[in-house]
Antibody, heavy 122, light 110 residues
Framework: QVQLVESGGGVVQPGRSLRLSCAAS????????MHWVRQAPGKGLEWVAV????????YYADSVKGRFTISRDSSKNTLYVQMNSLRTEDTAVYYC???????????????WGQGTLVTVSS | QSVLTQPPSASGTPGQRVPISCSGN????????VCWYQQLPGTAPKLLIY???QRPSGVPDRFSGSKSGTSASLAISGLRSEDEADYYC???????????FGGGTKLTVL
């Protein structure tokens, strides 16, 4: 069965960096676009970034553009997001989610991970 | 302020039909597919509807989606207590080159 398991969350000071990972199993990872979506405490869902099935296309929310980098390693079946220059407003649960297609434009999130909490605080 | 607009709350009694609206513009809902998600307290979101009106396997047919112009709607019929959750709509936005979500609708089963 499809499984997505995030890791790497924790407490980090403003301005520092953190890398989240999402280990995928139960499907052909290299055939699907993948997303990061976050949810601040008590708030709604916010899309963060998407990467196409082969890593050739990447898109970001304006709120993280220039600070976050999404990537994937198909040899490890793992999705990443490198988060630099973190701000207090980046505090959230970060979910990885699979797209139903290769590009990432059509159907976000037929499968989701359980999420990992990132807390940015001094 | 979310790009897609949803009512913050909705409610109904068991057995009722409850609609939840999602309003966007020509760059998102007007041009692209709409997805709907259910999020139970303390859990990850779950895809309920994709491509405007398609249900993933395992999603009951009590849940249905529709789209007209720049608005979409999720309808839940035969309301049950376990449907009490937050519901979100989402779509790709051509102008922003990214996905946008609605602010979410908290459904209460009275």
């Amino acid at each position: 069965q499809v499984q997505l398991v995030e890791s790497g969350g924790g407490v980090v000071q403003p301005g520092r960096s953190l890398r989240l990972s999402c280990a995928a199993s139960g499907f052909t990872f290299s055939s699907y676009a993948m997303h990061w979506v976050r949810q601040a405490p008590g708030k709604g869902l916010e899309w963060v970034a998407v990467i196409s099935y082969d890593g050739s296309s990447k898109y970001y929310a304006d709120s993280v553009k220039g600070r976050f980098t999404i990537s994937r390693d198909s040899s490890k079946n793992t999705l990443y997001v490198q988060m630099n220059s973190l701000r207090t407003e980046d505090t959230a649960v970060y979910y990885c989610a699979r797209d139903t297609g290769r590009s990432g434009f059509y159907d976000l999130g037929d499968f989701w991970g359980q999420g990992t909490l990132v807390t940015v605080s001094s | 302020q979310s790009v897609l607009t949803q009512p913050p709350s909705a409610s109904g009694t068991p057995g009722q039909r409850v609609p939840i609206s999602c309003s966007g513009n020509s760059s998102n809902i007007g041009t692209n597919y709409v997805c709907w998600y259910q999020q139970l307290p303390g859990t990850a979101p779950k895809l309920l509807i994709y491509r405007n009106n398609q249900r993933p396997s395992g999603v009951p047919d009590r849940f249905s989606g529709s789209k007209s112009g720049t608005s979409a709607s999720l309808a839940i019929s035969g309301l049950r207590s376990e449907d009490e959750a937050d519901y979100y709509c989402a779509a790709w936005d051509d102008s922003l080159s990214g996905w946008v979500f609605g602010g979410g609708t908290k459904l209460t089963v009275l």
